[in-house]
């Protein structure tokens, strides 16, 4: 079952971590891509300055809608990574997927990511890695997460494994909120 808009509205620490578990689901022109989220990293506002919300232009206004939606931005100028926008408007929460586990659509993800790999794994275990696999693209830069394309799905298979809390990866040391344990990954049990 897709998850809803009231999902998204809630507590960003609440429900990053609850991120753990779901289904990313693409519906591309080629088929259908699914994933299992194993690795979020979340970014509440107001409470540290190493979120993209710390500043409002252009390029992070979607953070500053209501959450259920899409926040895709490139590093370095040439990798992508996707976000979820969570919480009320004007509140800019958000939560990074940094990995995942492939689970539908393998080949057509091999044939996205454009380099051969000897574990599935591979094709996901970054958050760029995750996005080019998916296909996923500024292209969806404000996506509706309710909507048909792009979006999570609960996944009632799925027996919760322990979940690590660490800090995030590559942030300003200098800024408030950068030791912070906002990170959150599965221990996979039973995936080779």
């Known amino acids: 079952m897709k998850l809803n808009k009231e999902f998204y509205l809630g ?12 289904i990313l ?17 979340i970014y509440p506002a107001n409470v540290e300055e190493v979120g993209h919300g710390t ?19 490139s590093i370095y100028g040439i990798h992508n990574c996707f976000a ?5 408007k004007g509140c800019p929460d958000e939560v990074l997927i940094r990995g995942a586990y492939p689970l539908e659509g393998i080949d057509l993800m091999k044939k ?10 591979d094709l996901t275990n970054s958050p760029a890695k995750l996005c080019k696999s998916l296909g996923v693209d500024k292209i969806f830069y404000g996506e509706d997460l309710t909507g048909n394309r792009l ?3 609960e996944n009632y298979n799925f027996v919760r494994s322990k979940v690590i809390a660490t800090t995030r990866k590559g942030l300003n040391k200098n800024k408030k909120g950068f030791d912070n344990k906002y990170r959150f ?4 049990k039973g995936i080779n």
């Open 11 to 22: 507590n960003v620490l609440d429900k990053g971590k609850d991120l753990l578990g779901k």
């Open 151 to 153: 979006y999570l799905e």
């Open 185 to 188: 990954y599965l221990e996979l």
């Open 112 to 121: 996205n990511y454009g380099k051969v790999v000897r574990d599935i794994r």
């Open 25 to 41: 689901v693409h519906n591309s022109k080629c088929g259908e891509i699914k994933v299992l989220i194993t690795d979020v990293e």
């Open 84 to 88: 979820i926008v969570f919480g009320k």
């Open 55 to 73: 500043k409002r232009t252009p390029r992070t206004e979607i953070l500053f809608s209501e959450g259920g939606f899409a926040y895709v931005y």
